[in-house]
Structure formats: C-alpha cells, structure tokens
C-alpha cells in the first residue's frame, strides 16, 4: 500500500494512493509531500526508487532488507535505517526495519509490515496540515519519536516481569526460572543491539551541520537521542537486576539443598544409635539378649528414649525450626532488595 501526503504551495493538503501522480507532485516547487510504502513488492520499490532518483545503492537497500541501523548521506538526500519496537515474545524481539529517504521537500518511509505507529502520525499530519509547514526533516522528527516513545512501555512491563520473577525465584527455585532468567539475558543483549546503534546514528542527526536537517528541527532530534540514551541506560539497569535475580536463583537453590541435606542427616543421625544396638544386639549370641528380660526391656526403652532425646536436643539447638536457619528466605529477600536499590541507583 502507498499512501502521498502533500502540502501545495498555497497551503492545501491533499492524500492519494496512486504512485502514479507522484511525477507531477515531485516537479512541482515548493511542494513538501510524503511517501508511505508499506509491503510493497520489490519491482514497486524499484518504481519509487526510479521516480526519487536514489542511487543504485540506496534502490537496493529499500529492496533487500535485514539492513543495520545507518545513516547515508548523498547528494540529494540522505537514507536512515532505523528499527520499531512491537513487542517481546518470549526471547526474541519483534522489530520493525523502517527504511527513510529524507530530502529537501520530500520524505520517502518504507517498511514490510502495517505499523500503527507510523499510521497514527500520517493521519495526524493529515489532520493538521501545520505541521508540514516545517518540512520533510520534522515529519522525520515526528515519526522517529512516535517510534522511540513506543519503547518504553515495553521496557516498563520487562520491568515488572523482572521483579515478579525476583518473587519467584525466592518462592520456588525452579529450573525452569533459571531458564527464563537466561532468556532475559539473551533478549537484553538484543535490547542493547538495538538502542546503541540508534542512540549515536540521533546523535549525528541532532548536530546543527547536519544536512537535510534544518537547525531549528536538530534540537527536535536532541530530545530523542536523549531518549535513546535513558532507553540504554534501562537495559543496563536490567541487565544487572537479572544478574541479582541469577544470584538470588543459586543462594535460594543452595538455601534449599542445605536444608534437604540438613534434614537428611538429622534422620541419619537419629537412626545412627538405633542402628547400633540393634547391631550389637542381633548379633548370633546363644540368647538374646544375654537371657536377662530386663536387659531386653533396658534396650527397648533405649532405643525409644534416643530417638527422643536427640529430636529435643536439635530442637534446642536450633537445626530443626526455621528461624534459626543461616539463611533465611526473609533475609534471602531483603539481600535481594538491597542489591536492586543499589542497582536502580546507579
């Protein structure tokens, strides 16, 4: 689908669907307009390419996707590829490549799937034509901090999802906690792969001698890198509360094994006695035991009594009840809060 915004020199705004009347809209002076070429076949991207006269390589690039975030500068325009955020699945990002052509009264958009983004600020210089009295490079302005903007909600529920994991985590040390754990990792290091590059492609933009890029609009472009670099700063604030929830993962894992350990030696020691009078006791001796009823009333009662005895005495001591653990779950927590205060921060 191609949509064309145009802003005529006397001030009318007009919207078209056909490719064809895009021709006699570049010739004409003064015109801004704006091309939307939204899952367009390579020999219609060819056409538009034709029609823009865009060299060689910027025609191949718009056709061939899968493209790193850049900025190109030619003669007449500059091409940007940069990357919307939909949504996380699972481990992997749903991105957007958006393809930019950005000249000095046009701006050319592309990308393979609908977005809402890009559709709700074409239909809002629709609706307001005043905001293409500033030129292609603010519409540009406009689209890259819809798209921007759109990231932070996403970073705000891997956010929460964080925390509710930290919960988790302490409550019931699952494998399969650890194996999100290691998705996060995987999805932060993508997060990271996509805000550096953009962060310092918005920073070459946000300079005043920036070409196609008004003086007036570059401060426009400062705001979104500066976005870009709060969107960084939150994936290496998470990038360490996963390393936290990691930790709090093995201690709440150990905490758990010492206690299957402890009590399995409580019980060890227990029937350790037992097992040596029964032992010594059940040896092939001419009666058992010795002949003497009370020395067999004497051994039972032992055998009662020991079980008794030492139950107490760990009781006392503190290796049976839990608030005497070494580490406690309430203390594993307030670690655990501790270590993302500091984090959060830094």
Same mark, same amino acid.
């Given at each position: 689908m191609i949509q064309l915004l145009i802003r005529r020199p006397d001030g009318s705004v007009e919207s078209f669907t056909d490719p064809e009347s895009l021709p006699q809209v570049a010739s004409q002076p003064d015109t801004v307009f704006w091309v939307q070429a939204v899952g367009e076949s390579p020999e219609a991207l060819d056409a538009i390419a034709r029609r823009f006269n865009l060299h060689p390589v910027t025609s191949e690039d718009l056709i061939n996707r899968n493209q790193a975030v850049k900025i190109e500068e030619f003669d007449s325009y500059a091409f940007i590829v940069f990357f919307a955020l939909r949504?996380?699945?699972e +481990?992997?990002?749903d991105t957007e490549e958006i393809h930019v052509v950005l000249g000095k009264n046009a701006l050319l958009t592309c990308h393979t799937e609908p977005l809402d983004i890009t559709r709700r600020v074409f239909e809002r210089c629709k609706n307001d034509p005043r905001l293409l009295t500033s030129g292609p490079d603010f519409l540009f302005y406009l689209l890259s901090d819809a798209v921007v903007d759109a990231y932070f909600p996403i970073l +705000? /529920?891997?956010e929460d999802e964080i925390d509710g994991l930290?919960?988790? *985590?302490i409550a019931n040390p699952a494998r399969s906690r650890m194996h999100r754990?290691?998705?996060l990792?995987?999805?932060l290091v993508e997060l990271r792969k996509l805000f550096g590059p953009q962060r310092e492609r918005f920073n070459t933009l946000s300079r005043r001698d920036f070409p196609f890029i008004q003086p007036r609009t570059a401060v426009y472009f400062r705001d979104i890198h500066d976005h870009l670099v709060r969107a960084h700063e939150m994936t290496e604030s998470y990038r360490d509360l996963v390393?936290? *929830?990691m930790d709090a993962y093995l201690a709440a894992a150990s905490n758990r094994l010492g206690q299957v350990m402890k009590q399995l030696t409580i019980i060890a020691t227990i029937f350790m006695?037992? /097992?040596f009078l029964t032992g010594f006791f059940g040896m092939n001796f001419t009666r058992i035991p010795f002949g003497s009823p009370w020395l067999l009333g004497l051994v039972i009662g032992a055998m009662l009594m020991l079980p008794m005895g030492m139950l107490l005495l760990f009781l006392r001591a503190g290796w049976i009840s839990e608030e005497r653990r070494i580490t406690s779950l309430p203390r594993l927590r307030a670690w655990i809060r501790s270590q993302n205060s500091r984090t959060r921060r830094r």
């Open positions: 949504r996380i699945t +481990d992997t990002l +705000d /529920s891997l930290e919960d988790a *985590v754990i290691f998705q990792k995987r999805l390393i936290n *929830v006695p037992l /097992s």
